[in-house]
């Protein structure tokens, strides 16, 4: 994927097929260079097993797809920049996405049009109650 917004795309969208009514996004540019990326949704969340599987570009829980890419192609992303992705979830909790990434390093995407991805999934999702969170010293 092109930029950090096309992710946040992705992820949001597995959120949303996982029943989430409520999904927050937000990203923290911190003084000494990191970027955080947070997804959180309110959706029926997964077991342990279920995690390890997500993370796996071979599993996909949709029966027409063959391969599932969204969270690794992201922590794939969070990797190349010496970063990492962390999965919190639990049934009937949610899921937390966690992408943390050295915004500085020159294999860091550029995070693309956020405003414009919130849009559409407003648009295509108005049962879902969607925030964006954006905070940071640079004014992110």
Known sequence: MEDLSLHILDVVENSLRAGAKRVEVRLVQHADGRLALTILDDGRGMDEEERARALSPFYTSRGEKRFGLGLPLLAQAAQETGGRLTLESAPGKGTRVTAEFDADHIDMKPLGD???????????????????????????
């Open 114 to 140: 956020l405003g414009r991805t919130l849009r559409v999934l407003q648009a295509t999702h108005p049962e879902v109650a969607f925030t964006l969170e954006i905070d940071g010293e640079d004014g992110l």
